[in-house]
Protein backbone atom coordinates (compact mmCIF):
# COMPACT_ATOMS: atom_id res chain seq x y z
CA UNK A 1 0.00 0.00 0.00
CA UNK A 2 0.91 3.26 -0.75
CA UNK A 3 1.66 5.97 2.03
CA UNK A 4 -1.26 8.79 2.57
CA UNK A 5 -2.64 11.32 4.36
CA UNK A 6 -6.78 11.62 4.81
CA UNK A 7 -8.94 13.97 6.15
CA UNK A 8 -12.74 14.26 5.62
CA UNK A 9 -14.56 17.26 7.58
CA UNK A 10 -17.92 17.00 5.71
CA UNK A 11 -20.77 15.85 8.58
CA UNK A 12 -23.25 14.09 6.85
CA UNK A 13 -26.61 13.89 8.15
CA UNK A 14 -28.46 11.01 6.87
CA UNK A 15 -32.34 9.66 6.81
CA UNK A 16 -35.31 10.51 6.24
CA UNK A 17 -36.86 14.43 7.15
CA UNK A 18 -33.21 15.50 8.39
CA UNK A 19 -33.70 18.53 5.72
CA UNK A 20 -35.22 19.99 8.87
CA UNK A 21 -31.92 19.78 10.83
CA UNK A 22 -30.99 22.79 8.13
CA UNK A 23 -31.86 25.49 10.81
CA UNK A 24 -29.28 24.08 13.25
CA UNK A 25 -26.19 23.86 11.22
CA UNK A 26 -26.52 26.85 8.72
CA UNK A 27 -24.70 29.92 10.63
CA UNK A 28 -27.08 33.17 11.87
CA UNK A 29 -25.86 36.54 11.44
CA UNK A 30 -24.91 36.27 8.24
CA UNK A 31 -26.18 36.37 4.81
CA UNK A 32 -27.08 33.03 2.90
CA UNK A 33 -27.38 32.51 -0.99
CA UNK A 34 -29.14 29.19 -1.53
CA UNK A 35 -28.66 27.65 -4.91
CA UNK A 36 -30.30 25.54 -6.86
CA UNK A 37 -30.71 24.35 -10.67
CA UNK A 38 -33.46 23.99 -13.08
CA UNK A 39 -36.81 23.72 -10.65
CA UNK A 40 -36.93 20.34 -9.67
CA UNK A 41 -37.18 21.13 -6.15
CA UNK A 42 -40.45 23.16 -6.45
CA UNK A 43 -41.96 20.31 -8.03
CA UNK A 44 -41.01 17.25 -5.27
CA UNK A 45 -41.63 19.83 -1.98
CA UNK A 46 -37.21 20.28 -1.04
CA UNK A 47 -37.72 24.03 -1.97
CA UNK A 48 -41.12 24.34 0.91
CA UNK A 49 -38.69 22.17 3.21
CA UNK A 50 -35.53 23.91 3.17
CA UNK A 51 -37.33 27.63 3.41
CA UNK A 52 -39.06 26.32 6.30
CA UNK A 53 -35.71 25.27 7.59
CA UNK A 54 -34.36 28.60 7.06
CA UNK A 55 -37.66 30.64 8.12
CA UNK A 56 -35.74 33.99 10.22
CA UNK A 57 -32.29 33.55 8.45
CA UNK A 58 -31.34 36.23 5.84
CA UNK A 59 -31.49 34.59 2.70
CA UNK A 60 -31.52 35.41 -0.89
CA UNK A 61 -31.57 32.92 -3.52
CA UNK A 62 -30.18 31.89 -6.77
CA UNK A 63 -31.91 29.34 -8.98
CA UNK A 64 -30.82 28.13 -12.54
CA UNK A 65 -27.81 25.85 -12.47
CA UNK A 66 -27.96 24.03 -15.12
CA UNK A 67 -26.81 20.34 -15.57
CA UNK A 68 -23.25 20.28 -16.34
CA UNK A 69 -22.77 23.52 -14.41
CA UNK A 70 -21.30 26.33 -16.77
CA UNK A 71 -19.23 29.04 -16.16
CA UNK A 72 -21.63 31.73 -17.64
CA UNK A 73 -23.99 30.65 -15.00
CA UNK A 74 -21.72 31.25 -11.69
CA UNK A 75 -20.22 33.81 -12.88
CA UNK A 76 -24.04 35.45 -12.55
CA UNK A 77 -24.14 33.88 -9.32
CA UNK A 78 -20.97 35.71 -8.25
CA UNK A 79 -22.34 38.88 -8.92
CA UNK A 80 -25.42 38.43 -6.77
CA UNK A 81 -23.05 37.28 -3.94
CA UNK A 82 -20.40 40.21 -4.42
CA UNK A 83 -23.87 42.61 -4.14
CA UNK A 84 -25.75 40.51 -1.56
CA UNK A 85 -22.42 40.19 0.43
CA UNK A 86 -23.28 36.81 1.00
CA UNK A 87 -21.52 34.68 3.66
CA UNK A 88 -22.42 31.45 3.39
CA UNK A 89 -23.95 29.12 0.32
CA UNK A 90 -26.58 26.68 0.58
CA UNK A 91 -26.55 24.28 -2.31
CA UNK A 92 -29.82 22.08 -3.01
CA UNK A 93 -29.78 20.06 -5.84
CA UNK A 94 -27.43 17.15 -7.59
CA UNK A 95 -24.36 17.48 -8.40
CA UNK A 96 -24.14 20.30 -11.06
CA UNK A 97 -25.74 22.33 -8.60
CA UNK A 98 -23.09 21.57 -5.64
CA UNK A 99 -20.22 21.62 -8.24
CA UNK A 100 -21.37 24.82 -9.19
CA UNK A 101 -21.71 26.15 -5.96
CA UNK A 102 -18.38 25.27 -4.70
CA UNK A 103 -16.94 26.98 -8.12
CA UNK A 104 -18.81 29.98 -7.03
CA UNK A 105 -17.78 29.75 -3.46
CA UNK A 106 -14.03 29.73 -4.66
CA UNK A 107 -14.27 32.41 -6.98
CA UNK A 108 -15.65 34.82 -4.62
CA UNK A 109 -12.45 35.03 -2.76
CA UNK A 110 -10.09 34.34 -5.50
CA UNK A 111 -7.10 36.48 -6.22
CA UNK A 112 -5.96 35.76 -9.44
CA UNK A 113 -7.76 37.86 -12.10
CA UNK A 114 -10.28 35.28 -13.88
CA UNK A 115 -11.72 32.69 -11.84
CA UNK A 116 -11.63 30.51 -15.15
CA UNK A 117 -8.17 30.19 -13.97
CA UNK A 118 -9.02 28.00 -11.28
CA UNK A 119 -9.77 25.52 -13.25
CA UNK A 120 -7.84 25.62 -16.77
CA UNK A 121 -4.70 27.16 -18.45
CA UNK A 122 -0.94 27.65 -17.62
CA UNK A 123 -1.28 30.72 -14.97
CA UNK A 124 -3.92 27.91 -13.05
CA UNK A 125 -3.50 28.97 -9.51
CA UNK A 126 -4.81 26.56 -6.80
CA UNK A 127 -7.99 27.48 -4.86
CA UNK A 128 -6.94 27.56 -1.01
CA UNK A 129 -9.80 29.62 0.35
CA UNK A 130 -13.29 29.86 -0.56
CA UNK A 131 -16.83 30.58 1.53
CA UNK A 132 -18.39 28.38 2.96
CA UNK A 133 -20.55 25.83 1.82
CA UNK A 134 -23.84 23.20 3.23
CA UNK A 135 -25.65 21.14 0.74
CA UNK A 136 -28.75 19.41 0.58
CA UNK A 137 -28.30 16.27 -2.13
CA UNK A 138 -31.43 15.40 -4.48
CA UNK A 139 -29.37 13.31 -6.20
CA UNK A 140 -27.10 10.43 -5.30
CA UNK A 141 -24.54 10.06 -7.95
CA UNK A 142 -21.55 12.20 -7.99
CA UNK A 143 -20.14 12.19 -4.06
CA UNK A 144 -19.66 15.96 -4.25
CA UNK A 145 -21.67 16.33 -1.31
CA UNK A 146 -18.73 14.63 0.29
CA UNK A 147 -15.68 15.34 -1.48
CA UNK A 148 -13.34 18.80 -2.51
CA UNK A 149 -14.42 18.15 -6.13
CA UNK A 150 -16.30 20.42 -8.63
CA UNK A 151 -16.61 20.02 -12.31
CA UNK A 152 -17.68 23.03 -14.56
CA UNK A 153 -18.13 23.64 -18.46
CA UNK A 154 -17.69 26.85 -20.59
CA UNK A 155 -20.44 27.27 -23.39
CA UNK A 156 -18.27 29.85 -25.74
CA UNK A 157 -15.51 27.33 -25.78
CA UNK A 158 -17.09 23.96 -25.79
CA UNK A 159 -14.58 22.77 -22.50
CA UNK A 160 -15.26 21.03 -19.77
CA UNK A 161 -13.06 21.04 -16.48
CA UNK A 162 -12.33 20.44 -13.03
CA UNK A 163 -10.62 21.77 -10.08
CA UNK A 164 -10.08 20.13 -6.50
CA UNK A 165 -9.77 21.86 -3.18
CA UNK A 166 -10.40 21.00 0.43
CA UNK A 167 -11.66 24.39 0.63
CA UNK A 168 -15.27 23.80 -1.12
CA UNK A 169 -15.69 20.82 0.80
CA UNK A 170 -19.13 21.38 1.98
CA UNK A 171 -19.26 21.94 6.40
CA UNK A 172 -22.25 19.43 6.09
CA UNK A 173 -24.51 17.66 3.46
CA UNK A 174 -28.09 16.68 3.98
CA UNK A 175 -28.96 13.42 2.56
CA UNK A 176 -32.24 12.22 2.29
CA UNK A 177 -33.44 9.11 0.47
CA UNK A 178 -36.98 10.64 -0.05
CA UNK A 179 -35.85 13.07 -2.57
CA UNK A 180 -34.71 9.89 -4.84
CA UNK A 181 -38.71 9.23 -5.03
CA UNK A 182 -38.86 11.74 -7.73
CA UNK A 183 -35.95 10.95 -9.96
CA UNK A 184 -36.56 10.54 -13.82
CA UNK A 185 -35.55 6.95 -14.72
CA UNK A 186 -33.36 8.30 -16.15
CA UNK A 187 -31.49 10.32 -13.31
CA UNK A 188 -31.71 6.61 -11.34
CA UNK A 189 -29.84 4.88 -13.84
CA UNK A 190 -26.92 7.84 -14.36
CA UNK A 191 -26.23 7.89 -10.35
CA UNK A 192 -26.11 4.60 -10.28
CA UNK A 193 -23.36 4.00 -13.83
CA UNK A 194 -21.49 7.06 -12.32
CA UNK A 195 -21.23 5.94 -8.60
CA UNK A 196 -20.23 2.48 -10.22
CA UNK A 197 -17.80 3.94 -12.39
CA UNK A 198 -15.80 6.22 -9.89
CA UNK A 199 -15.33 2.83 -7.76
CA UNK A 200 -13.39 1.14 -10.88
CA UNK A 201 -11.52 4.54 -11.59
CA UNK A 202 -9.94 3.49 -7.74
CA UNK A 203 -10.16 -0.03 -8.18
CA UNK A 204 -9.38 -1.19 -11.82
CA UNK A 205 -6.02 -0.33 -11.60
CA UNK A 206 -2.91 -2.69 -10.44
CA UNK A 207 -2.54 -4.59 -7.28
CA UNK A 208 -0.58 -2.80 -4.52
CA UNK A 209 -1.62 -5.46 -1.92
CA UNK A 210 -4.60 -3.14 -0.36
CA UNK A 211 -7.25 -6.04 0.25
CA UNK A 212 -8.98 -3.36 2.32
CA UNK A 213 -9.18 -0.90 -0.11
CA UNK A 214 -9.94 -3.73 -2.72
CA UNK A 215 -12.95 -5.51 -0.62
CA UNK A 216 -14.91 -1.90 0.70
CA UNK A 217 -14.61 -1.39 -3.48
CA UNK A 218 -16.23 -4.54 -4.23
CA UNK A 219 -19.02 -3.80 -1.41
CA UNK A 220 -19.91 -0.94 -3.04
CA UNK A 221 -20.55 -2.27 -6.41
CA UNK A 222 -22.07 -5.37 -5.03
CA UNK A 223 -24.49 -2.63 -3.06
CA UNK A 224 -24.93 -0.70 -6.70
CA UNK A 225 -25.42 -4.01 -8.70
CA UNK A 226 -28.13 -5.09 -6.17
CA UNK A 227 -30.33 -2.00 -5.08
CA UNK A 228 -29.66 0.13 -8.43
CA UNK A 229 -31.83 -2.34 -10.43
CA UNK A 230 -34.25 -2.07 -7.25
CA UNK A 231 -34.63 1.66 -7.39
CA UNK A 232 -35.04 1.76 -10.99
CA UNK A 233 -38.25 -1.01 -10.03
CA UNK A 234 -39.87 1.24 -7.74
CA UNK A 235 -38.94 4.65 -7.12
CA UNK A 236 -40.76 4.82 -3.28
CA UNK A 237 -38.58 2.04 -1.84
CA UNK A 238 -36.92 3.70 1.25
CA UNK A 239 -34.77 1.27 1.86
CA UNK A 240 -33.30 0.70 -1.42
CA UNK A 241 -32.84 4.41 -1.99
CA UNK A 242 -31.01 4.91 1.05
CA UNK A 243 -28.74 2.24 0.31
CA UNK A 244 -28.26 3.59 -3.40
CA UNK A 245 -27.40 7.33 -2.12
CA UNK A 246 -25.23 5.70 0.84
CA UNK A 247 -23.15 4.16 -1.93
CA UNK A 248 -22.86 6.85 -4.14
CA UNK A 249 -21.62 8.82 -1.31
CA UNK A 250 -18.94 6.29 -0.47
CA UNK A 251 -17.54 5.57 -3.86
CA UNK A 252 -16.49 9.00 -4.06
CA UNK A 253 -15.25 10.77 -0.87
CA UNK A 254 -11.73 9.36 -0.71
CA UNK A 255 -11.69 7.16 1.41
CA UNK A 256 -11.38 3.95 -0.97
CA UNK A 257 -9.03 5.63 -2.77
CA UNK A 258 -6.59 5.62 -0.11
CA UNK A 259 -2.96 4.27 -0.64
CA UNK A 260 -3.93 2.84 -4.06
CA UNK A 261 -3.46 3.95 -7.46
CA UNK A 262 -5.90 6.12 -9.34
CA UNK A 263 -7.12 5.93 -13.02
CA UNK A 264 -9.51 8.70 -13.91
CA UNK A 265 -9.04 8.30 -17.96
CA UNK A 266 -12.69 7.60 -17.92
CA UNK A 267 -13.77 10.21 -16.39
CA UNK A 268 -11.12 12.90 -18.84
CA UNK A 269 -12.26 11.05 -22.11
CA UNK A 270 -15.98 11.56 -20.97
CA UNK A 271 -16.13 15.25 -20.18
CA UNK A 272 -14.78 15.68 -23.66
CA UNK A 273 -18.43 13.87 -24.66
CA UNK A 274 -19.90 15.78 -22.50
CA UNK A 275 -18.45 18.79 -23.88
CA UNK A 276 -19.04 18.25 -27.67
CA UNK A 277 -21.98 16.59 -27.57
CA UNK A 278 -23.76 17.39 -24.10
CA UNK A 279 -23.94 13.78 -23.35
CA UNK A 280 -24.81 13.03 -19.94
CA UNK A 281 -21.93 12.39 -17.80
CA UNK A 282 -22.60 8.59 -16.78
CA UNK A 283 -23.97 7.75 -19.96
CA UNK A 284 -20.32 9.34 -21.48
CA UNK A 285 -18.58 6.49 -18.45
CA UNK A 286 -20.28 3.64 -19.85
CA UNK A 287 -19.52 4.16 -23.42
CA UNK A 288 -15.51 4.69 -22.83
CA UNK A 289 -15.04 2.04 -19.32
CA UNK A 290 -15.55 -1.16 -21.53
CA UNK A 291 -13.61 0.26 -24.29
CA UNK A 292 -10.44 1.33 -21.49
CA UNK A 293 -11.12 -2.18 -20.19
CA UNK A 294 -10.68 -3.72 -23.49
CA UNK A 295 -7.40 -2.24 -24.58
CA UNK A 296 -5.81 -1.83 -21.22
CA UNK A 297 -6.74 -5.98 -20.68
CA UNK A 298 -2.49 -6.13 -20.04
CA UNK A 299 -1.57 -3.21 -17.89
CA UNK A 300 -5.07 -4.03 -15.58
CA UNK A 301 -5.16 -8.17 -15.88
CA UNK A 302 -4.59 -9.20 -12.46
CA UNK A 303 -7.21 -6.26 -11.16
CA UNK A 304 -9.93 -7.18 -14.11
CA UNK A 305 -9.80 -11.36 -13.41
CA UNK A 306 -9.82 -9.97 -9.95
CA UNK A 307 -13.07 -8.24 -10.72
CA UNK A 308 -14.31 -10.66 -12.82
CA UNK A 309 -14.69 -13.39 -10.37
CA UNK A 310 -15.34 -11.52 -7.40
CA UNK A 311 -18.42 -9.80 -8.64
CA UNK A 312 -19.60 -11.47 -11.47
CA UNK A 313 -18.30 -15.20 -10.67
CA UNK A 314 -16.29 -15.73 -13.68
CA UNK A 315 -13.32 -18.08 -13.21
CA UNK A 316 -13.52 -20.68 -16.07
CA UNK A 317 -11.30 -19.73 -19.46
CA UNK A 318 -7.59 -18.20 -20.36
CA UNK A 319 -7.05 -14.67 -18.82
CA UNK A 320 -8.37 -13.05 -22.19
CA UNK A 321 -11.66 -15.34 -22.49
CA UNK A 322 -11.95 -13.90 -18.67
CA UNK A 323 -11.53 -10.32 -19.60
CA UNK A 324 -13.93 -10.94 -22.60
CA UNK A 325 -16.74 -11.92 -20.33
CA UNK A 326 -16.07 -9.61 -17.44
CA UNK A 327 -16.34 -6.72 -19.78
CA UNK A 328 -19.76 -8.31 -21.45
CA UNK A 329 -20.89 -8.35 -17.90
CA UNK A 330 -20.16 -4.79 -17.13
CA UNK A 331 -21.82 -3.40 -20.32
CA UNK A 332 -24.98 -5.66 -19.70
CA UNK A 333 -24.99 -4.06 -16.37
CA UNK A 334 -25.22 -0.34 -17.86
CA UNK A 335 -27.64 -1.65 -20.43
CA UNK A 336 -29.96 -3.44 -17.63
CA UNK A 337 -29.87 0.26 -16.02
CA UNK A 338 -31.02 1.14 -19.47
CA UNK A 339 -27.86 3.27 -20.59
CA UNK A 340 -26.27 2.81 -24.05
CA UNK A 341 -22.83 1.58 -24.24
CA UNK A 342 -21.07 2.74 -27.72
CA UNK A 343 -20.68 5.78 -29.24
CA UNK A 344 -23.08 4.81 -32.69
CA UNK A 345 -26.14 4.78 -30.00
CA UNK A 346 -25.60 8.76 -29.99
CA UNK A 347 -24.36 9.26 -33.40
CA UNK A 348 -21.28 10.15 -32.29
CA UNK A 349 -18.89 9.63 -35.21
CA UNK A 350 -14.83 9.50 -35.45
CA UNK A 351 -14.50 13.28 -36.42
CA UNK A 352 -15.68 14.16 -32.41
CA UNK A 353 -13.03 10.79 -31.54
CA UNK A 354 -10.28 13.66 -33.96
CA UNK A 355 -11.25 16.77 -32.05
CA UNK A 356 -10.44 15.17 -29.09
CA UNK A 357 -7.60 13.48 -30.12
CA UNK A 358 -6.29 16.78 -30.90
CA UNK A 359 -7.35 18.85 -28.20
CA UNK A 360 -5.03 16.23 -25.82
CA UNK A 361 -2.70 16.45 -28.24
CA UNK A 362 -2.48 20.16 -27.96
CA UNK A 363 -2.72 20.27 -24.27
CA UNK A 364 -0.36 17.07 -23.77
CA UNK A 365 -2.54 15.18 -21.82
CA UNK A 366 -1.46 12.03 -19.84
CA UNK A 367 -4.24 10.00 -17.86
CA UNK A 368 -4.44 6.79 -16.64
CA UNK A 369 -2.57 4.84 -12.85
CA UNK A 370 0.55 4.99 -15.47
CA UNK A 371 0.11 8.30 -17.03
CA UNK A 372 0.42 6.85 -20.34
CA UNK A 373 -2.82 7.33 -21.80
CA UNK A 374 -1.98 10.05 -24.45
CA UNK A 375 -4.02 11.60 -27.44
CA UNK A 376 -3.40 8.23 -29.42
CA UNK A 377 -4.37 5.74 -27.09
CA UNK A 378 -7.74 7.63 -26.42
CA UNK A 379 -8.37 7.51 -30.36
CA UNK A 380 -7.52 4.21 -30.02
CA UNK A 381 -10.45 3.68 -26.80
CA UNK A 382 -12.99 5.60 -28.30
CA UNK A 383 -12.49 3.93 -31.84
CA UNK A 384 -13.28 0.55 -29.69
CA UNK A 385 -16.90 2.21 -28.97
CA UNK A 386 -17.86 3.58 -32.32
O1 LIG B 1 -31.95 21.13 -12.29
P1 LIG B 1 -33.09 20.46 -11.61
O2 LIG B 1 -34.42 21.01 -11.99
O3 LIG B 1 -32.90 20.37 -10.12
O4 LIG B 1 -33.17 18.94 -12.18
C1 LIG B 1 -32.10 18.03 -12.10
C2 LIG B 1 -31.38 17.88 -13.43
O5 LIG B 1 -32.23 18.11 -14.51
C3 LIG B 1 -32.68 16.66 -11.86
N1 LIG B 1 -32.90 16.34 -10.43
C4 LIG B 1 -32.01 16.44 -9.41
N2 LIG B 1 -32.58 15.99 -8.27
C5 LIG B 1 -33.85 15.62 -8.58
C6 LIG B 1 -34.06 15.84 -9.95
N3 LIG B 1 -35.24 15.57 -10.56
C7 LIG B 1 -36.21 15.06 -9.80
N4 LIG B 1 -36.08 14.79 -8.48
C8 LIG B 1 -34.92 15.06 -7.83
N5 LIG B 1 -34.77 14.73 -6.54
O6 LIG B 1 -31.70 15.78 -12.37
C9 LIG B 1 -31.05 16.40 -13.49
C10 LIG B 1 -29.56 16.12 -13.41
O7 LIG B 1 -28.99 16.76 -12.29
P2 LIG B 1 -27.41 16.91 -12.15
O8 LIG B 1 -27.14 17.62 -10.88
O9 LIG B 1 -26.84 17.45 -13.40
O10 LIG B 1 -26.92 15.38 -12.06
P3 LIG B 1 -25.71 14.73 -11.33
O11 LIG B 1 -25.91 14.72 -9.85
O12 LIG B 1 -25.54 13.45 -12.02
O13 LIG B 1 -24.47 15.69 -11.61
C11 LIG B 1 -23.75 15.65 -12.81
C12 LIG B 1 -22.62 16.67 -12.80
O14 LIG B 1 -21.67 16.35 -11.76
C13 LIG B 1 -20.36 16.25 -12.33
C14 LIG B 1 -20.65 15.83 -13.74
O15 LIG B 1 -19.56 16.05 -14.60
C15 LIG B 1 -21.85 16.67 -14.10
O16 LIG B 1 -21.47 17.97 -14.46
N6 LIG B 1 -19.51 15.37 -11.52
C16 LIG B 1 -19.08 15.83 -10.33
C17 LIG B 1 -18.22 15.12 -9.52
C18 LIG B 1 -17.74 15.62 -8.23
N7 LIG B 1 -18.06 16.85 -7.87
O17 LIG B 1 -17.05 14.91 -7.50
C19 LIG B 1 -17.72 13.81 -9.93
C20 LIG B 1 -18.43 13.21 -11.08
O18 LIG B 1 -17.55 12.33 -11.71
C21 LIG B 1 -18.99 14.16 -12.07
O19 LIG B 1 -17.99 14.51 -13.01
ZN1 LIG C 1 -18.45 10.71 -12.42
Redesign the pocket.
Known sequence: MYNFEYKNPVKIIFGKGTIAKLTGEVPSGTKIMMT??????F??G?YDQVKKALEGFDVVEFGG?????TYETCMKALEVVKKEQTGFLLAV???????GTKFIAAAALYEHGDPWKILSGEEKAPVTRALPIGTVL??P????EM?G???I?RTSTQE?M?FGSAAVMPRFSILDPE??F???DR?VA??VV?AFV?VMEQYLTFPVNAPLQDRMAEAILQTLIEEGPKVLANRTDYEAAANFMWSATMA?NGLIGVGVPQDWAT?GIG?EL?AYHGI???RTLAIVLPGLMNIRRREKEAKILQYGERIWGITDGTPDARIDQTIARTTGFFEQMGIPTTLSEYGVTDSTIGKIENRFARRNTLMGENKDIDSRLTRTILTDRL
Open positions: YGGGSIKNVIEANPGGGSVLDTLATGSNNSVSKSTVTLPQNGDHLHHTDHA
